[in-house]
Nanobody, 125 residues
Framework: QVQLVESGGGLVQPGGSLRLSCAAS????????MGWYRQAPGKQRELVAA???????NYADSVKGRFTISRDNAKNTMYLQMNSLKPDDTAVYYC???????????????????WGQGTQVTVSS
């Protein structure tokens, strides 16, 4: 049984920063990658960033240069550092345990059905 618990959300002003954490427990070593998703009201859940077990990363275009995903394998914890936050970043953020799909020299993220409960991020003045 895999459990994922997010923390670190909150209310922040535009231009501010937050760091989200995802603490994982259980048999996580079968997952070759993990990811952060977000879902805003009335919108579909979207992939924000993903990271493989050896630290290779992918980002959505909307967050490139502002967000940084990282993981500490010794602590079984994944992070999302969010800088220069915008009102459009307002959403519930979820972590996911999934799979890395290789495409030649590139890779993409395939989510599996292991989700945290979510943490609310609100960017507003």
């Amino acid at each position: 049984q895999v459990q994922l618990v997010e923390s670190g959300g909150g209310l922040v002003q535009p231009g501010g920063s937050l760091r989200l954490s995802c603490a994982a427990s259980g048999n996580i070593f079968s997952f070759s990658a993990m990811g952060w998703y977000r879902q805003a009201p009335g919108k579909q859940r979207e992939l924000v960033a993903a990271i493989t077990s050896i630290g290779s990363t992918n980002y959505a275009d909307s967050v490139k240069g502002r967000f940084t995903i990282s993981r500490d394998n010794a602590k079984n914890t994944m992070y999302l550092q969010m800088n220069s936050l915008k009102p459009d970043d307002t959403a519930v953020y979820y972590c996911n345990a999934g799979t890395q799909l290789l495409h030649g020299g590139d890779w993409s993220y395939l989510p599996r059905d292991y989700w945290g409960q979510g943490t609310q991020v609100t960017v507003s003045s």
